[in-house]
């Protein structure tokens, strides 16, 4: 009976501790719920189809046949909503170290790459690849430059301005959004940025002179860029099938065309006419500064359990999927939202192991200077 006892105690415990979980998802922490992700979810997500046709292309022994401007779209019409439910406004990775929160560890990875170009009060920048803003305004906070977003996507310049019009004047004076394709800023004048940035957003595009060669256009002489780049490191061995499933989960998880190398990118900086300062694996630079205490960039993916953030842990991810495929049998959420889901793991769980395996990195920091006239 004392056994029977304990075994209804702790069944009573979980499902209690179930039915609590379930209603946090349902309700608001400061940052998109479940039901604020189901309602939110753009009116293109819902079309069932994106998300087939979206998965179509990603066949690991094929070749990723990848339209960039298409696919980056597609996939943040399908993510958007996800990535602000699970991770908040700041669509990134970042160093961190233990006792670091997980807001702290965000803001100050933000804060670094605008201290690297020494964004000031008055600078006017430019942020490439924005999603819904999260960067951009403790940007501004931080420095009160006055900041322009572009995102290719409808669905995040709408969430970007509703998330700053209830910031103070100073604020919505400073950040400004646009949508377009960044390899293609035809909405922008030649030289008219002091600095520009990209926070983890030009790996949408596989050749990046393209995105590069646009931030030297825009550029003041002079001027200053930085990017935090996801690239394949010198580990990576393209004959090793489980390098090749990694990457392209990865790729597909993440709505990216083929990943490149260090080489690559820091080739494509100098082709476009950049001077390049300094490149190096910030993640790298974190396990030198930070020693034992240093937290891997995928720490926040790999974790099983936290109560703070808990929503990206396997647990939290796990639950995510449950609920997400109830409320679409329901008929709550759109039909596809569970494969929107399933395709987010599976980047998740690539990332990990990329990162446990050191074969790619999320943040490659390269600096680059535009030359004086």
């Not at 046709?53 to 996800?82: I, P, R, S, W």
């Amino acid at each position: 009976p004392m056994c029977c006892t304990s075994c209804c105690g702790t069944i009573t415990s979980v499902l209690v501790a179930l039915l609590a979980i379930g209603a946090g998802l349902l309700m608001s922490d400061g940052h998109h719920s479940l039901m604020d992700l189901v309602k939110g979810t753009s009116d293109a997500a819902r079309d069932k189809t994106r998300i087939s046709k979206y998965d179509a292309a990603y066949e690991v022994d094929g070749e990723l046949v990848h339209n960039d401007q298409e696919f980056t779209n597609m996939y943040y019409d399908l993510a958007t909503d996800f990535y602000e439910y699970g991770w908040g406004q700041s669509f990134h990775f970042a160093t961190k170290y233990v006792g670091e929160s997980f807001h702290q560890h965000i803001v100050r990875h933000e804060h670094y790459i605008a201290q690297k170009i020494a964004i000031t009060e008055g600078d006017n920048v430019l942020d490439m690849g924005m999603g819904v803003g999260g960067p951009l305004r403790n940007i501004v906070r931080f420095t009160n430059a006055n900041v322009t977003g572009v995102t290719i996507n409808h669905h995040q310049v709408f969430r970007a301005k509703k998330l700053t019009a209830d910031l103070g004047p100073n604020m919505r004076s400073k950040c400004h959004y646009k949508q377009g394709d960044f390899t293609q800023m035809d909405f922008l004048d030649d030289a008219s940025f002091d600095k520009i940035y990209s926070i983890e957003a030009t790996c949408h595009v596989k050749d990046r002179t393209k995105v590069f060669g646009e931030a030297y256009r825009l550029l003041k002489p002079g001027g200053m860029f930085a990017s935090y780049e996801w690239l394949m490191t010198d580990k990576y061995d393209p004959t090793n099938e489980e390098h090749k499933i990694i990457k392209r989960g990865v790729e597909h998880g993440d709505g990216l065309p083929e990943l490149i190398g260090i080489k690559d990118a820091v080739g494509a900086l100098k082709e476009v006419g950049f001077e390049v300062v300094e490149h190096y694996d910030v993640a790298k630079w974190a396990e030198q500064v930070y020693g034992p205490k240093n937290v891997p960039w995928y720490g926040p993916l790999e974790a099983g359990w936290t109560i703070e953030g808990w929503k990206h842990t396997v647990v939290g991810r796990k639950i995510t999927e449950i609920m997400v495929r109830t409320l679409e049998a329901l008929g709550v959420a759109p039909e596809g939202a569970f494969a929107t889901a399933k395709m987010l793991e599976d980047a998740a769980t690539h990332l990990v192991k990329g990162g446990q395996q050191d074969i790619f990195t999320p943040m490659y920091l390269v600096v680059a200077r535009k030359p004086a006239a």
